[in-house]
């Protein structure tokens, strides 16, 4: 009789478990449960593969392999089971190695289309079915001894923002790998005229840190025609853990995206420069037909009350990082690249969109592995998002997401002109705007000399230290600096297009802050005056190698002016007061910017440091502090060993800086 009434107790509880284990009705997708587990997607072994796919509001969900990529219908249908927290799980006892697969969800009962789930990490040619792989072929040997450079501060870093095709795809690149993730970690190569390029040239101009555009696999780019010779720049996502087939030499080998982008990594990284890759996790290249939004409809992006899709992105949706579950994505993806690929930053494509706590809980999941991985974004949106501004990671929040960094439009816009203005001009063009040079110098914090009412997109001191802020005078979007220099001077010699461009730079590299440059800005590169070339062609996008011996002096100056920043801590600070009491800055005439820098609080071999930059287009004389100078930069020259001493006064010619010590 006990025995008896044991196996009713099992019986009944089978029961329960079973009729609990059911997928639930919601009101609401704000009501979806959160999923905590980390094996979502595929976890294979030779013996088995088990699936899981989080869909909670799915009625059916169905697990289809193939054995073709992208042609024929499945091989195997098999109906997944519900689990726990909205998730389906089904296990195939057999060897799937080579194989693909997709979920399918049946929702409202009605098919969605297929797709390979968002936690996809590696897929078949154009990421439209899941692959299943040997994950031990995807290591380049050595993999297990790859570490990351050594950064003692992130003010240390010099970025360099370089699309993969760009960089060698030129005829005079001399790539064996054009266009490849093996061609930018190449090395050895000449150009047509015998100088540096590839990753020779990127150690010999002093950088530290290679920016990578979008590298994971983006939706544009048709990877089966590849000799179309399609472009984009990749903000366009389509399968956010996986790297983009173009840039393979076999896109049709789920196993040699990963493997090759992670041969590039590891030269990079011997060559002692970190690599930040470019990430766009606020919106996808489609909405309706995204993998997210076939996995949960509706779950993963913002929608306006009248059912329409959230524009933030002026891309035609925006993500909801607010949702537990996109924010867990977001996360396990970013910690995914660190730890599968080794990545050493990342930059966020208009962090704006995404709420505060879902950065800071990124950045605690980093500090988690290593904290000196780095984190920036932009700290701004493309329009109105669906969630208040108060909550977002806009540059003016900065404070509450220390110490995720944010790029200062302030800097950029005070150098070239407020992109607001057209053709406007600004500093360098002798226009002004000293109070937005003023801002840079001091890293966007807090100063008492600064009149933030004056600032070019701020009236707040938004920067908790100098490592939260990225200066730059031009990146991928907009005109490059060359392009928006001729358009503002139509009627311009070259030789004062370079004078204005070296001033800029030399405004970028001596204030505090991170330093960043455009790839090939160094080569003095130009677009054809094409502002946004995110689908332009080749002609239009490569840089010309060419240029290396047709504008060497602008190489000269830029890779001095790199081993100037990195031979001085002054210029280097990471500390907000510190940067307050080094800096003083003193009268000037319009359009002139000087300031005195207490080396001796740093550390730097030159106690005093006086730089002046003139944006005139006509010679100005300053003042100096008592004492002689030595000029280290002077008249678009660069000599740490001195270009001259001064006293008293100083003739500071247009359209340059000084920059003067006295140890």
Not at 201 to 219: A, C, F, M, R
Not at 343 to 359: K, V
Not at 455 to 476: D, E, F, K, L, R
Not at 640 to 660: C, H, M, Q, R
Request: charged share 20%; net charge negative; hydrophobic share 35%.
């Amino acid at each position: 009789m006990k025995l008896k009434f044991i196996s009713m107790i099992a019986i009944v509880a089978t029961l329960m478990s079973a009729c609990c284990n059911k997928p639930k009705t919601y009101n609401s997708v704000d009501e979806y449960p959160e999923y905590k587990g980390n094996d979502l997607g595929v976890t294979y072994s030779p013996e088995k593969s088990f699936f899981r796919v989080w869909s909670p509001a799915a009625q059916e969900v169905r697990l289809n392999i193939y054995e073709d990529a992208l042609e024929g219908a499945p091989t195997q249908v098999f109906d997944m089971k519900y689990d726990v927290d909205g998730t389906w799980t089904y296990t195939v006892k057999e060897d799937l190695i080579g194989k693909f697969y997709t979920f399918q969800i049946k929702q409202n009962d009605q098919w969605l289309e297929p797709t390979p789930g968002i936690w996809a990490k590696a897929v078949g040619v154009n990421g439209v079915r899941g692959a299943i792989i040997d994950w031990n072929t995807t290591n380049p040997e050595g993999w297990e001894n790859d570490v990351r450079p050594e950064m003692k501060s992130f003010t240390d870093a010099i970025i360099y923002e370089v699309h993969m095709r760009d960089y060698t795809i030129h005829a005079s690149s001399g790539s064996s790998y054009p266009g490849k993730f093996l061609g930018l970690s190449e090395a050895g190569t000449k150009t047509i005229d015998g100088l540096t390029s590839g990753i020779d040239h990127l150690k010999e101009l002093g950088i530290t840190h290679v920016q990578i555009l979008p590298s994971y696999d983006y939706g544009s780019i048709d990877e089966t025609r590849l000799a179309d010779n399609k472009y984009n720049w990749g903000y366009d996502p389509k399968n956010y853990n996986v790297p983009e087939g173009g840039y393979a030499t076999d896109p049709y080998s789920p196993a040699s995206r990963i493997l090759e982008l992670k041969t590039m990594i590891q030269q990079l990284h011997a060559a002692g420069i970190r690599v930040i890759m470019d990430v766009v996790y606020n919106h996808t290249f489609v909405g309706d037909n995204s993998h997210l939004n076939l996995q949960a409809p509706g779950y993963f992006y913002r929608m306006n009350e009248d059912g329409s899709w959230g524009n933030g992105s002026g891309c035609g949706n925006e993500t909801a990082s607010e949702r537990a579950m996109m924010r867990r994505f977001m996360v396990e993806s970013i910690k995914y690249w660190v730890e599968e690929y080794h990545m050493d930053g990342f930059r966020f494509d208009l962090m704006g969109i995404h709420d505060i706590e879902t950065m800071n809980q990124i950045r605690a999941a980093v500090d988690a592995i290593d904290p000196t991985i780095s984190i920036h974004g932009e700290g701004w949106a493309a329009g109105g998002c669906g969630i208040p501004e108060e909550l977002r990671a806009v540059k003016n929040n900065a404070h509450q997401f220390a110490p995720v960094g944010v790029f200062s439009d302030d800097i950029r816009d005070g150098l070239r002109g407020k992109w607001t203005d057209g053709n406007k001009g600004g500093f360098v063009s002798g226009r002004g705007l000293d109070e937005s040079i003023k801002f840079g110098v001091v890293g966007a914090t807090a100063h008492p000399q600064i009149d933030l009412t004056q600032v070019a997109h701020t009236n707040v001191a938004y920067a908790t230290s100098p490592a939260q802020v990225i200066n730059y005078m031009s990146c991928h979007d907009d005109p490059c600096v060359v392009d928006k220099l001729k358009a503002i001077h139509p009627e311009a010699t070259i030789e004062e297009i370079i004078r204005m461009d070296l001033l800029g730079q030399t405004i970028v590299f001596t204030a505090q802050g991170v330093p960043f440059i455009y790839a090939g800005e160094e080569l003095l590169r130009d677009k054809k005056g094409v502002h946004n070339t995110y689908q332009s062609p080749d002609s239009i996008n490569q840089i010309d190698w060419t240029n290396k011996v047709k504008y060497a002096e602008v190489y000269d100056y830029y890779r001095n002016l790199i081993a100037l920043r990195k031979a001085h801590p002054a210029f280097r600070m990471s500390d907000a007061a510190q940067v307050a009491e080094a800096i003083q800055f003193v009268e000037t005439p319009a359009n002139v910017v000087a300031y005195t820098l207490n080396g001796a609080l740093t550390n730097d071999s030159w106690n005093q440091i006086f730089v002046i930059y003139n944006g005139n287009t006509t010679d100005v004389e300053i003042s100096l502090p008592e004492g002689t100078w030595t000029a280290a930069c002077y008249n678009a020259k660069i000599n740490e060993n001195g270009l001259g001493n001064f006293t008293e006064k100083i003739n500071v010619p247009y359209t340059s800086a000084v920059i003067l010590y006295r140890k």
